[in-house]
């Protein structure tokens, strides 16, 4: 049984009412990892599976407990909607951003966006069956 | 005895020229003032005419305060919360408890308090409101003098709650950027601002607030047919998450390249912000003009033009509760 596998069945054992959900999941983040993305969107995921935004969190977090994937803030330019940085922990987040798109150092919170995503924890999710089992 | 110009200045404050004029224009009334000083005019003449009352005045800038230029919050009151907010026994204990008279009308906020300050809460029937109001202060720079110039500005803060359903909105004015709400390093910080009045409408209902995800609305308001909106500008994202910005000057949805991106991927999309127009023709008689607002699906924010009106917020705000239960 592959490292993966034995940690989502661990998240299945304790969770088996959220069993459908977690395997729309994983395939999900399964199918990304293989197309070359490994940053988790919850907006993009809860689109994509038809499932609440706030529940592909509550999901991805039972993940992140078991290491399967990490969070990262990446902090975008509102005004040119560009990835700028990426930082592990909100405490982290410069007060001042340098931006060399707009060539200007963004101050203003209006001025860039805080996104969370969850990144495919490297060598976990490779070998990740496309269908895993629903019941 | 007529009202001077110096009570009516104190009435309409710092109050948007664009809400003031486009009340006057729903009330049948000359509207074409540009100024401050030409809008105090014009209302001075009306009193003086007695084309307008001040009662009828006062509630104009009452209602012109609660919905011109508001960023509104919508979020839900659980069931628990709403049986305590419709029991009148319950929740007039409470709000004894919190020492607040409810009020049986609407009131106009007090012009630059020195510290944020309760106006009023009605417990109607069908709706719980309260309003608060505070200070800001904008900077801006005069760059021929080499000066910062600052303005002081009253803000509005108001809490809705319809008693049906616990669907609820918290209407904010755009921060400025010094106001009393400070973050750890006891600066000014919008996000405070926001929270205060959240805590706030939490302990004056009672109830905690569940915020909304409002990115299911926005789609379904890209993909209904017939139209019930004009959408000139759309944020989303790629399944691929790529950010992308179509603007239009008309709609989007009538570009070939849209349609044709929309036609491969428009199913695993994340709509993030929409600038819609509302569309009178759809509305069934509610609107008389077609009426802007931004959504935005990350902050779960909805914002209104200066000279918004409370029915023009009500249909907008029906709308998408109408989109996202389609959704849920």
Request: with cysteine.
């Amino acid at each position: 049984m592959s490292t993966q596998s034995s940690k989502f069945e661990s998240i299945l054992a304790k969770h088996p009412k959220l069993r459908a959900n977690l395997a729309a999941l994983a395939s999900y983040i399964g199918r990304q990892v293989e197309a070359g993305r490994t940053d988790i969107v919850p907006a993009l995921a809860a689109a994509g599976l038809k499932i609440s935004e706030s529940e592909i969190l509550g999901l991805l977090m039972l993940f992140e407990k078991q290491g399967l994937v990490k969070p990262i803030y990446q902090i975008y330019c509102a005004e040119k909607k560009t990835l700028l940085a990426e930082v592990d922990s909100k405490d982290d987040i410069s007060e001042v951003v340098y931006c060399k798109y707009c060539d200007k150092e963004h101050r203003d919170p209006d001025e860039f966006e805080v996104e969370l995503v969850f990144r495919a924890v490297n060598g976990v999710w490779e070998a990740a069956p496309q269908n895993v089992a629903v019941s | 005895m007529s009202p001077t110009r110096a009570q009516i200045d104190k009435a309409i404050g710092d109050i948007s020229i664009a809400a003031l004029r486009s009340w006057l224009k729903s009330q049948d009334l000359p509207s074409s003032a540009q100024t401050r000083d030409e809008i105090t005019e014009r209302f001075k003449k009306l009193l003086d005419e007695n084309k307008l009352s001040w009662e009828t005045l006062e509630k104009g800038i009452t209602g012109i305060e609660e919905a011109s230029a508001k960023r509104i919050t919508l979020c839900t009151i659980g069931s628990e919360g709403l049986k305590q907010i419709t029991n009148p026994t319950v929740f007039t204990k409470h709000l004894g408890k919190l020492k607040i008279n409810p009020s049986s009308d609407a009131l106009l906020a007090p012009r630059l308090p020195a510290k944020s300050t309760f106006v009023y809460l009605i417990d109607g029937p069908s709706q719980l409101r309260a309003k608060w109001a505070e200070t800001h202060t904008a900077i801006t720079i005069d760059v021929a003098k080499e000066q910062l110039v600052r303005t002081k500005i009253t803000k509005i803060v108001l809490f809705v709650v319809d008693k049906k359903d616990g669907f609820a909105q918290l209407r904010f004015d755009k921060p400025e950027l010094i106001h009393q709400h400070l973050d750890e390093k006891k600066k000014p910080n919008a996000t405070a601002y926001f929270s205060y009045y959240r805590a706030t409408a939490e302990e004056i209902s009672g109830c905690a607030l569940n915020s909304l995800e409002l990115r299911p609305a926005l789609r379904s308001l890209v993909e209904t047919t017939p139209r019930i909106v004009r959408l000139p500008l759309n944020d989303f994202r790629t399944g691929a998450n790529s950010r992308v910005r179509f603007a239009s000057r008309t709609d989007i949805r009538d570009d070939d390249d849209w349609k044709a991106m929309h036609g491969k991927g428009g199913e695993d999309w994340a709509h993030d912000s929409e600038a819609i127009y509302w569309l009178p023709g759809a509305s069934a008689g509610k609107l008389t003009r077609e009426v802007f607002s931004d959504l935005d699906g990350r902050t779960g924010k909805l914002r209104v033009e200066a000279d918004c009106h409370e029915g023009e917020i009500e249909y907008a705000i029906l709308k998408i509760r109408e989109h996202l239960s389609k959704t849920s």
